[in-house]
């Protein structure tokens, strides 16, 4: 019953498909990108999402999971597993310098401080593609054996100070469960690389992201006697420099990379005073869970040694963020080929590890994920000069659009096809 009599029969009927919709993926995309919201923020868009899973008739619609998550289930016709597809919807504080015709000029205060907002991290893009994917999907519903899992994420660049939110919050609050999804796939656009082109690695693609912050409590002096104090400006200057040997000289450099940055120095009032307290904030990133302990360990020891050889004290808090982004090697064998036949071969390349963090690693610490980047800087652009994600001139090349709604279905599809008993 039902056989197929190709290997991929849903192929020719997902391309015709996708050039169907594709027009209003553009139209989701462009209305995203007019109207951006923050983490655990995305009350319009998320109404946007359930109401069009809702008019595509899905079994069920959840909203206001982890805040301002939809989840969607689709029960395909024909009896068989469960996939998961993963949308991030959150945009960012930055003021858009973009000249398109729906630019953002939203603005809000972020920090004290007033800004724009912008989707300048392309989760716009990926909403889109999302609710792409569930009108597909859902147009060939009758034959599709098993079901599929729609997870519309908020707050993926981490939720407002103070809150929970995100992927964890969704885990937790058990997105993947009932009925539970035996595999999940996400993408993220990338102006690193053309339009066309698709980037993946097998194991710890993306870093884990972690930050400090260290307060180095000294004794306020006049800056002319400073032997009647403690300065923690000078304790703090050791303890950054302290901090730069933990990877370069305690580290296994040929087991995994690994960076530890200080990006805030913050102390003192006056020229002339010596101040009480300075605060130094920073990142850890690592690509394995063991190394990720070890320098938490190192940067608290460094730093508390440090400040008592100086007379002062330091606190250190360290706050875990994400987990390395990890690729089932299993999951990312399988799915390789299925990219290659939708885009490509020649254009499905391996690329080397990256220093940003993702929290589908959420996901994928509960069952065998898979993320990938898609290319969104126009073919005739120079890739050097392309603005990079998070920055106010971040530009997408629409085409990435359909790679992007063909691959995720071609995906959802072919693993419910070879895990369907
Ligand atoms: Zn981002
Ligand atoms: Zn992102």
Redesign the pocket.
């Known amino acids: 019953m039902n056989a197929p009599d190709t290997p991929y029969p849903f192929d020719a009927e997902l391309a015709a498909a996708a050039d169907r919709i594709e027009p209003r993926v553009l139209a989701w995309r462009r209305d995203f990108h007019r109207n951006p919201e923050l983490g655990n923020r995305e009350v319009r868009t998320a109404g946007i999402v359930a109401a069009h899973l809702r008019a595509l008739g899905f079994d069920s619609v959840q909203e206001k999971v982890a805040h301002t998550g939809v989840v969607g289930v689709l029960k395909g016709g024909l009896p068989g597993p469960v996939v998961a597809l993963r949308a991030d919807m959150d945009a ?1 504080p930055v003021s858009e310098e973009v000249d398109v015709p729906f630019r953002s000029e939203v603005r809000t205060e972020w920090s004290g401080q007033q800004c724009g907002v912008m989707h300048a ?1 392309g989760h716009d893009a990926h909403t889109a593609i999302l609710m792409g994917v569930a009108e597909l999907l859902a147009g060939m519903r009758g034959r599709i054996p098993g079901s599929v899992k729609f997870i519309f994420q908020p707050a ?2 981490t939720p407002p100070i103070g809150e929970e939110g995100g992927a964890k919050m969704m885990v937790q609050e058990g997105a993947l469960k009932n009925p539970d999804a035996g595999a999940i796939f996400g993408l993220h656009i990338t102006s690193v690389f053309p339009t066309g082109m698709i980037g993946y690695r097998s194991g710890p693609m993306m870093a884990s992201a972690d930050d400090f912050r260290i307060f180095v409590r000294g004794t306020q002096t006049h800056a002319a006697m400073p032997w009647r104090g403690v300065d923690p400006i000078v304790v703090s200057s050791q303890i950054v420099l302290g901090l730069q040997t933990v990877v370069s000289r305690r580290m296994n450099v040929t087991r995994e990379p690994s960076v530890v940055t200080v990006g805030v120095f913050q102390g003192g009032v006056r020229h002339n005073i010596i101040p009480d307290e300075v605060k130094l904030e920073g990142t850890i990133r690592t690509f394995d869970e063991e190394q990720r302990n070890e320098i938490h360990e190192h940067v608290k020891r460094i730093a508390e040694m440090i400040a008592e050889s100086g007379g002062a004290k330091a606190k250190v808090h360290i706050h875990r963020w994400y987990d390395v982004t990890v690729n089932h090697p299993g999951l990312t064998e399988w799915s390789v080929p299925t990219l290659g036949r939708i885009a490509g071969e020649a254009h499905v390349r391996v690329i080397d590890k990256l220093c940003g963090a993702e929290d589908f690693s959420f996901f994928q610490k509960e069952i065998p994920g898979f993320f990938y980047f898609v290319g969104c800087t126009p073919p005739d652009r120079d890739l050097r000069t392309a603005a990079p ?2 920055s106010p001139r971040f530009y997408v090349d629409e085409a990435c659009l359909k790679i992007g709604l063909r691959t995720l279905s071609a995906l959802a599809l072919d693993w419910l096809s070879a895990n369907a008993r």
């Open positions: 960012l991290c993926e660049e994600n998070h």
